[in-house]
């Protein structure tokens, strides 16, 4: 089953020093990046839709902002599918679900979830008044705000724990299942 369950501070101190994750964490990981990448696409639309004056360029820079956010939300519910339908249930063996790392982390998606929800509900309306542009901007970079706070938690404290408490098994579980 692996180690058996010690404190948190314990197990950070044991990890540091074999920062080297499995490869289904590194992929977790790798998929931060490509999902960080796309973030920053969406932050320079947003920006250079936020100082354009012109009513047609803003109404085409909001189309084009559609259709990069309904592609990065589609990846980015892909890989919190398999954080909480893969790697979430393989670590509640060995830490509590209900409260600490992982009902922080599930209370986190559905936060990023509703914050996004928002701000394609702006951009769906498809107006593009100053005001709303300034909601859409103020939307985005609350949205990513928290998903980069939430992706450096996981990189910083759940994947290394997780790279403690999993069996070589249950490492290979994960690596097949978070596989696509």
Known sequence: MGPPPIGCMGMMQEFEGRRKLCPALEKLKEEHLSLAEQMNELVHLANNLKSTAEPTKRKKGLTELHELA???RSELEKHSRREEEDLYPLMANYIEREMGPIAAME???DLIHESLMSFMRIVEKEKSDPVEIEAVHTHLLRSIEILMEHFFKEESV?????EYVLSDAEKEQLRVLVQD
């Open 107 to 109: 209370e986190e998606h």
């Open 158 to 162: 759940l994947f290394p724990m997780a």
């Open 70 to 72: 309904s592609s990065f």
